[in-house]
């Protein structure tokens, strides 16, 4: 069965196994996924993550930091942003995750390069 949205079901992965409280999960790899864990792993919302060469998969382990984690941006709907209204979470206390020119980055970080793109998610 193919799978429309990855990127979706990575995050579908990682909020259920935080919601189950399990220590790992394991998701299909690919270098947008592997960019938004650094993030996640930048942020402390996981432990850290290692892709494995056999099975071409990558093992996440968490910390149950994560309350919420919400796709925004989707295939059949692009939500984008210009730099000047980068929306924030939870007043500062949650991440954007943001797709850039430059690469994925958090919203604070975009914010201070000057660069808008497409919301990939939220967390908090």
């Known amino acids: ?7 979706a079901d ?7 196994a935080t919601m189950l409280d399990r220590g790992q999960v394991i998701v299909p790899t690919s270098k ?10 930048k942020e402390h919302y996981i432990t850290d993550f290692k892709a494995e ?30 730099k000047d209204s980068i929306p924030t979470v939870l007043q500062g206390r949650g991440l ?10 958090t919203g604070k970080e975009a914010k201070k390069q000057g660069l808008g793109g497409e919301i990939i ?3 908090w």
Do not use: H
């Not at 990558?58 to 692009?78: A, F, H, M």
């Open 1 to 7: 069965m193919a799978i429309t949205d990855p990127i």
């Open 10 to 16: 990575m995050l579908t992965r990682i909020r259920n």
């Open 32 to 41: 947008v996924k592997m960019e938004i864990l650094k993030v996640l792993k």
């Open 53 to 82: 060469k056999e099975g071409n998969v990558i093992q996440v382990d968490l910390n149950n930091e994560i309350t919420k984690l919400i796709r925004v941006s989707k295939p059949g709907r692009r939500v984008y942003t210009p």
């Open 96 to 105: 954007i995750v943001i797709s850039t020119s430059r690469g994925i980055m």
């Open 121 to 123: 998610c939220k967390v």
